[in-house]
């Protein structure tokens, strides 16, 4: 049977989505993204590509590059809330899917063109995802993941594109190296310094050339550029850490501002792996200097999710870390090695008091929110970070007002 792999994707998806709230921004330069002068673009709109502003680039840069564009700081919880919409339209329609990102998203098509015609009702479940949640939407249908992601990218904007079996390689070859998904900048120059720049040249590369340059990464790059690599669709994303940061808006050394951001980190996160039904068995801390230096330091634990041990765990790291005395300019927070399972009650260290409360505060937390409570030493923290539902089988949202 021949495969029929559909990739879609929304079209400059927080751009999109702002759009649809203010019609006014349409066909209007728009940047979404933090709005502080240490902001990152996390999508900007078709008007503003022309002047080399593009995601990820600094807010300030971006300013300066369109003084008339109009910015916006993200809203994750409304882009989540359009991301749920197209997933559920795809779920009725399709019978194995994967959501690959917030705005991502592979189908299986395969045995349906024997019946009814895999382009036809790709373009029909396109025009339905449209017209239902009025995004803009472009898909590239092919044999696989890998040509059916460049084929969207080369349908874009808000179009389609079908790339017929056995056209795949001629389809790649005279497109850029960047067009292959996994290559990055560092792999782009290793491959530059080689003296290719477009698909072909790999294509006329012996195997042993690419594995000797970039070790068994260049394997995977060569059937890339052949169409040949395969890999399958995953249904369901099993969270294995959760984490998170906050940028200061200016570098701070105030040790209780820090001490503060670090245990409200430590106790949303402890709280996020009690609604999961989940134990995580390391913890790390990590730290920006203002020179941009990063450090991290990390600790196995038996596995647990109570505060009364994450929480001192994760500030004794912190004084650990903290050893420059030097401004810092971000601050992390990771748990991982997830595992499913609730927390066992020590018999000698716990109390009942202590189990009461942690039920009467995840109580609380599950009705009003995740900030809804907290203990005093977290109160002031801002900022640090709030999920939906880590362990929904999804992967994890960009957030829109994210720092670098």
């Given at each position: 049977?021949?495969?029929?792999?559909?990739?879609?994707?929304?079209?400059?998806?927080?751009?999109?989505?702002?759009?649809?709230?203010?019609?006014?921004?349409?066909?209007?330069?728009?940047?979404?993204?933090?709005?502080?002068?240490?902001?990152?673009?996390?999508?900007c709109?078709?008007?503003?590509?022309?002047?080399?502003?593009?995601?990820?680039?600094?807010?300030?840069?971006?300013?300066?590059?369109?003084?008339?564009?109009?910015?916006?700081?993200?809203?994750?919880?409304?882009?989540?809330?359009?991301?749920?919409?197209?997933?559920?339209?795809?779920?009725?329609?399709?019978?194995?899917?994967?959501?690959?990102?917030?705005?991502?998203?592979?189908?299986?098509?395969?045995?349906?063109?024997?019946?009814?015609?895999?382009?036809?009702?790709?373009?029909?479940?396109?025009?339905?995802?449209?017209?239902?949640?009025?995004?803009?939407?472009?898909?590239?249908?092919?044999?696989?993941?890998?040509?059916?992601?460049?084929?969207?990218g080369?349908?874009?904007?808000?179009?389609?594109l079908?790339?017929?079996?056995?056209?795949?390689?001629d389809?790649?070859a005279?497109?850029?190296?960047?067009?292959?998904?996994?290559?990055?900048?560092?792999?782009?120059?290793?491959?530059?310094?080689?003296?290719?720049?477009?698909?072909?040249?790999?294509?006329?590369?012996?195997?042993?050339?690419?594995?000797?340059?970039?070790?068994?990464?260049?394997?995977?790059?060569?059937?890339?550029?052949?169409?040949?690599?395969?890999?399958?669709?995953?249904?369901?994303?099993?969270?294995?850490?959760?984490?998170?940061?906050?940028?200061?808006?200016?570098?701070?050394?105030?040790?209780?501002?820090?001490?503060?951001t670090?245990?409200?980190?430590?106790?949303?996160?402890?709280f996020?792996?009690?609604?999961?039904?989940?134990?995580?068995?390391?913890?790390?801390?990590?730290?920006?200097?203002?020179?941009?230096?990063?450090?991290?330091?990390?600790?196995?634990?038996?596995?647990?999710?109570?505060?009364?041990?994450?929480?001192?765990?994760?500030?004794?790291?912190?004084?650990?870390?903290?050893?420059?005395?030097?401004?810092?300019?971000?601050?992390?927070?990771?748990?991982?090695?997830?595992?499913?399972?609730?927390?066992?009650?020590?018999?000698?260290?716990?109390?009942?008091?202590?189990?009461?409360?942690?039920?009467?505060?995840?109580?609380?937390?599950?009705?009003?929110?995740?900030?809804s409570?907290?203990?005093?030493?977290?109160?002031?923290?801002?900022?640090?970070?709030?999920?939906?539902?880590?362990?929904?089988?999804?992967?994890?949202?960009?957030?829109?007002?994210?720092n670098?």
């Amino acid at each position: 049977m021949q495969n029929n792999i559909l990739h879609l994707d929304l079209d400059t998806f927080f751009v999109s989505c702002e759009r649809l709230i203010d019609s006014r921004l349409q066909k209007k330069p728009l940047l979404v993204g933090g709005t502080g002068d240490r902001g990152v673009v996390a999508a900007c709109s078709y008007e503003t590509r022309v002047f080399g502003i593009h995601s990820g680039m600094s807010m300030k840069v971006a300013r300066r590059l369109c003084p008339e564009a109009t910015v916006i700081r993200g809203n994750a919880s409304i882009y989540t809330k359009f991301s749920h919409q197209v997933t559920e339209i795809i779920k009725e329609k399709v019978p194995v899917f994967e959501k690959a990102s917030v705005d991502e998203f592979y189908a299986d098509l395969s045995g349906m063109d024997k019946f009814y015609g895999c382009y036809k009702y790709a373009s029909e479940l396109r025009q339905k995802i449209i017209k239902d949640s009025g995004l803009p939407i472009s898909f590239g249908l092919s044999a696989n993941k890998i040509v059916s992601k460049v084929a969207t990218g080369e349908a874009k904007p808000n179009n389609q594109l079908q790339i017929d079996s056995g056209f795949e390689k001629d389809f790649l070859a005279p497109l850029s190296i960047r067009k292959i998904p996994s290559v990055g900048e560092k792999t782009y120059q290793v491959l530059r310094g080689l003296g290719v720049d477009k698909i072909s040249v790999i294509q006329q590369m012996p195997l042993e050339m690419m594995i000797s340059a970039l070790g068994k990464n260049g394997r995977t790059i060569w059937r890339r550029a052949h169409g040949i690599d395969n890999p399958p669709l995953v249904p369901f994303y099993e969270r294995k850490s959760l984490s998170t940061e906050r940028t200061f808006g200016k570098d701070t050394i105030d040790m209780v501002k820090l001490r503060t951001t670090i245990f409200a980190m430590a106790e949303n996160l402890a709280f996020q792996l009690r609604k999961g039904n989940k134990l995580a068995g390391t913890l790390s801390v990590k730290i920006r200097y203002s020179d941009f230096n990063t450090y991290s330091k990390q600790i196995k634990i038996s596995y647990s999710s109570a505060d009364h041990i994450i929480i001192p765990k994760v500030l004794e790291l912190f004084e650990k870390l903290y050893q420059r005395r030097l401004l810092i300019r971000l601050v992390g927070v990771k748990i991982s090695d997830i595992v499913t399972g609730s927390y066992q009650i020590d018999l000698f260290d716990d109390t009942e008091e202590m189990l009461s409360l942690y039920n009467a505060m995840d109580t609380i937390r599950n009705r009003y929110g995740d900030l809804s409570i907290m203990r005093a030493s977290a109160m002031g923290a801002k900022t640090i970070g709030t999920f939906d539902n880590p362990f929904n089988g999804e992967p994890p949202i960009l957030l829109a007002h994210r720092n670098q």
